[in-house]
């Protein structure tokens, strides 16, 4: 059974930091680009962040360029994003995902495997 399972969440002031992490199994880790996706009202998800855990490669939407990290512990089949100078703007359920490297790429621009979810909320 492939699962996804995200951690980390919560409340934050703007300004401050938090660490996602999205635990995985079921599925060949090595195979899969591994990215975190937010809910954006009446477009669907966006894209935040993406990592080939093949070779490290990574994307970020415009917006958390320079405050997202995204990085992968491969042995522990586990990806992170280290969230940084947080803003009000990024609150959100943020979802972690995965897209089979050799069908959709290395920067997640399709995805087969979703999480449920981890709710980071930061307050002015």
């Known amino acids: 059974e492939v699962q996804l399972v995200e951690s980390g969440g919560g409340l934050v002031q703007a300004g401050g930091s938090l660490r996602l992490s999205c635990v995985t199994s079921g599925f060949t880790f090595d195979d899969y680009a591994i990215g975190w996706f937010r809910q954006v009202p009446g477009k669907g998800r966006e894209r935040v962040s993406c990592i080939s855990t093949t070779d490290g490669t990574t994307y970020y939407t415009d917006s958390v360029k320079g405050r997202f990290t995204i990085s992968s512990d491969n042995a522990k089949s586990t990806v992170y994003l280290q969230m940084s100078s947080l803003k009000p703007k990024d609150t959100d359920v943020y979802y972690c995902?995965?897209?089979?490297?050799?069908?959709?790429?290395?920067?997640?621009?399709?995805?087969?495997?979703w999480g449920q979810g981890t709710q980071v909320t930061v307050s002015s």
């Open positions: 995902a995965a897209g089979l490297i050799r069908s959709y790429g290395s920067r997640c621009e399709g995805v087969g495997y």
